[in-house]
């Protein structure tokens, strides 16, 4: 299955941690991607890779992968944290495939 | 400045065709692969094709292949996608991006690490 499954909404209180989850068979291939997108804007690269953060990113996001599940996790989570959040990974056929985006609240 | 910004985006009517365009600065634009992903109102993310830096290999999603076409100008830092038997469904907002191939030792990761600001297709009557 080319398919990545995310859960559609989180939320987490202000400071605290929280992890959001993508599952997908091409997960034991490819290392996944994060995407953090606000209403209106771009999407914004947040994590790649086994762990790796672009400039500019707060370190209070990290990645992490294990089988078939990949997780991003934000640490002391902020108001501006507030957003869509999608993985993303190529499937077995070389395609791009994302998941269908959490929606993080902090309360 | 390094950045994408898409141009091309229009209302259109079902069966027409539109030709999106997206210039780089400011990165040497033909080391990478570039790719279209599309964003429908109030919905996710969804790609839509990629082409090689040499324009080697072209890929599309299942659902556009046969209706559009991927190209480049590397000499005008260029990608571009022609869209034809525009259909409802097409309705969205098209983004270049950017792709950056990453290796481990154990798995690969190749990630969009630079998006343009989007441009609008609608497709209605």
């Known amino acids: 299955s080319s398919e990545l499954t995310q859960d559609p909404a989180v939320s987490v209180a202000l400071g605290q941690t929280v992890r959001i989850t993508c599952q997908g068979d091409s997960l034991r291939s490819y290392y996944a991607t994060w995407y953090q997108q606000k209403p209106g804007q771009a999407p914004v690269l947040v994590i790649y890779g086994k762990n790796n953060r672009p400039s500019g990113i707060a370190d209070r996001f990290s990645g992490s992968s294990s089988g078939n599940t990949a997780s991003l996790t934000i640490t002391g989570a902020q108001a501006e944290d507030e957003a869509d959040y999608y993985c993303n990974s190529r499937d077995n056929s070389g395609n791009q495939v994302f998941g269908r985006g959490t929606k993080l609240t902090v309360l | 400045e390094v950045q994408l910004v898409e141009s091309g985006g229009g209302l259109v009517k079902p069966g027409g065709s539109l030709r999106l365009s997206c210039a780089a600065s400011?990165?040497?634009?033909?080391?990478?692969?570039m790719n279209w992903v599309r964003q429908a109102p109030g919905k996710g993310l969804e790609w839509v094709s990629s082409?090689?830096?040499?324009?080697?290999?072209?890929m599309y999603a299942d659902s556009m292949k046969g209706r559009f076409t991927i190209s480049r100008d590397n000499a005008k830092n260029s990608v571009f996608l022609q869209m034809t038997s525009l259909r409802a469904e097409d309705t969205a907002v098209y983004y270049c991006a950017r792709e950056r191939t990453s290796y481990y030792y154990d798995r690969s990761n190749y990630s969009f690490d630079l998006w343009g600001q989007g441009t609008m297709v609608t497709v209605s009557s």
């Open positions: 082409i090689s830096g040499s324009s080697n290999y072209t």
């Open positions: 400011e990165f040497t634009f033909s080391s990478y692969t």
